[in-house]
């Protein structure tokens, strides 16, 4: 685990602990900036990969990879200004026919995505738009339901990025499209909770356009060591701003070409 040499393995394992015992117990934790800094890259990562190499020996499973903070209308609702990633496993994936587990959940709010599943490695030496479009084999609708174990959403940069960039759950839509068939920086966004809108946006608001996205992250992960490999789900980003859900709330977000997708939120944050 290579860390910044500002920022000591110790202090790393005790963000990790911070962070892990507020999962485990649902009760938010202090950030943990105080022990990484608000902006060291390197250690909040190295956070992230200590919780996720955890969660892999626990018996876990990555299936994928989140991009976080690629639209504008949510960094300036987190206050942060660049992109990150977490990875998705697989016990992360709520069906849209079953209630999300609001026990899971600490502070639960949600976004409607693209997520792009891969039929091809991503780890060329250059990967841009068109790389990363020939690596798709299919995009759906998304609900990203994210969530902090940090108390009151008090994040910076690095509070998010060990977080496992703010994940929590998803949900995918029924209605695969391959990419000939929709074009990802076109599609408009309208999600609806309990049947009132609640967020808009488009294809464009993040980060210019969902590829970009994906070739960034593509980008990123073969540098880090952990390229993308072909079968990963991605969920690119938010088209629009995330909205606080609580139980009993329902979800929906129609995507044009793509279809809904619906989340309906049962019994009680723990």
């Known amino acids: 685990m290579s860390v910044h040499p500002a920022v000591s393995t110790a202090a790393v394992c005790q963000a990790a602990r911070r962070l892990g015992a507020a999962s485990a117990t649902g009760t938010p934790c202090p950030p943990v900036r ?21 969660r892999l020996g626990a018996g876990g499973v990555a299936v994928g990879r989140k991009i976080g903070l690629t639209n504008p209308a949510v960094q300036r609702q987190l206050g942060v200004e660049r992109p990150d990633f977490g990875t998705l496993f697989a016990d992360m994936e709520c069906a849209e026919d079953a209630p999300v587990p609001m026990d899971r959940l600490l502070q639960p709010k949600v976004e409607a995505e693209i997520a792009f599943v891969l039929a091809r490695d991503l780890g060329d030496d250059e990967i841009d738009v068109e790389v990363a479009r020939a690596a798709v084999g299919h995009a759906v609708a998304a609900l990203e339901i994210v969530d902090s174990r940090i108390a009151d959403w008090d994040i910076t940069f690095g509070d998010t990025v060990a977080d496992n960039a703010s994940s929590g759950l998803y949900v995918l839509g029924a209605t695969a499209r391959a990419l000939e068939d929709v074009e990802p920086v076109d599609v408009e966004m309208t999600m609806r909770v309990n049947g009132t809108t609640a967020s808009t946006g488009e294809g464009r608001a993040c980060l210019g356009d969902p590829l970009a996205a994906l070739a960034w992250l593509a980008s990123t992960a073969r540098d880090l060591g952990e390229p993308l490999r072909a079968g990963e789900v991605v969920l690119s980003g938010a088209l629009g701003p995330m909205v606080a859900v609580r139980a009993g709330d329902e979800v929906e977000a129609d995507v044009t070409g793509l279809g809904s997708v619906r989340a309906v939120f049962g019994g009680a944050v723990r």
């Not at 105080?34 to 955890?54: F, T």
């Open 34 to 54: 105080d022990l990484i800094g608000a902006a060291d890259v390197a250690a909040a990562y190295a956070v992230q990969r200590l919780l996720a190499e955890e």
